[in-house]
């Protein structure tokens, strides 16, 4: 199937947030804060129309990520291009544990359904979305919204969602410094001692509970033994924010690789976070958000009047 200029597609994705504490590569939780990105069907070639967060860093070929994506599911769908063209306005910051490249590629793919009118399912997102990442939690997360558990099955990757008490929000230190998740990574040790794999268990299965029905137990329920302690010599700004947070009660952690501080807990307790001034540090309350969405499709009658909708709308 070969799409001709004029198809248009508008997604909404979500920024995310990965490990929550405990759950490391398996807990996600998408955020109340939505990227909107466009992309069309041109005669040739690929442009790209980028702003925003890291733009000046983006290749403005077909290597950019939400057109790598892209790529995928429409070869997958059975459908070419000629050309694509891209516009984006980017607000995710780039490499701060807040789930920018899986917003990317989550929006590539569910773009390419866009194009090429296939109702695709969840599954068919989180699959291939999961081949490009190589993690599930945060395209988990992207895709299905709220707050999801990955895991491996006999059918390969797959996500249950878990259920969030309405009353809990979420509070982001986001540092003007950004870190490389392969950089957190590395830092890694290859084992760790059985009686802490015992007791992440324990507050990873008690994080669940405390999501779900008792965000009293929030602050117990996000202490981790996996994977933080080792990645501080990467972050100690972030480190040191982290432990003043929970000094003062809140449950605080690393946000996905980091270098954010995540704060978890009631929205209502989470307001007096708004107003501390962190040297280094932004800070943005947000609440549990929704996945990823198809917001507009059309099939426009002059490819030159599509052309100037999707700028304007950037």
């Not at 057109?67 to 891209?86: E, K, N, Q, Y």
């Not at 920018?100 to 989180?126: E, H, K, Q, R, Y």
């Not at 540090?281 to 958000?289: D, M, P, T, Y």
């Amino acid at each position: 199937m070969r799409l001709t200029p004029g198809h248009s597609v508008t997604v909404e994705v979500p920024a995310t947030s990965a490990n929550l504490g405990p759950g490391f590569d398996c807990f996600g939780m998408a955020l109340d804060w939505r990227e909107r990105v466009y992309l069309a069907v041109i005669e040739h070639g690929y442009q790209i129309e980028v702003s925003g967060e890291g733009a000046a860093e983006l290749p403005r070929d077909e290597s950019h990520l939400i057109i790598r994506a892209a790529l995928v599911g429409l070869a997958d769908l059975g459908a070419d291009v000629p050309g694509l063209w891209l516009g984006c306005r980017n607000t995710i910051p780039h490499r701060r544990g807040l789930g920018s490249s899986s917003a990317a590629i989550v929006a590539g793919l569910l773009a390419s359904a866009g194009l090429a009118d296939v109702a695709v399912t969840p599954d068919w997102l989180l699959g291939h979305a999961n081949a490009i990442e190589g993690h599930p939690d945060n395209v988990g997360a992207a895709i299905y919204g709220g707050f999801v558990l990955a895991y491996e099955s006999r059918s390969g990757v797959m996500v249950a969602q878990g259920r969030v008490d309405s009353s809990i929000g979420a509070a982001l230190f986001i540092p003007e410094t950004s870190l490389a998740t392969e950089t957190a990574r590395g830092l890694l040790p290859d084992t760790v001692p059985h009686i802490d794999a015992a007791a992440n268990s324990g507050r990873a299965a008690l994080l669940v509970h405390a999501m779900a029905s008792d965000p009293n137990l929030l602050y117990d329920a996000s202490y981790d033994w996996l994977h933080q302690r080792y990645r501080e010599p990467a972050m100690p700004r972030s480190f040191e924010l982290m432990k003043s947070l929970r000094g003062q009660g809140f449950a605080a952690m690393i946000s996905g690789a980091g270098p954010s501080v995540l704060v978890l807990g009631r929205q209502t307790d989470l307001t007096a976070l708004q107003d501390q001034h962190v040297p280094g540090f932004a800070v943005r309350l947000s609440g549990i958000g929704a996945g990823a969405s198809i917001t507009e499709r059309n099939v426009a009658q002059d490819r030159r009047d599509q052309t100037v909708q999707l700028r304007f709308a950037l």
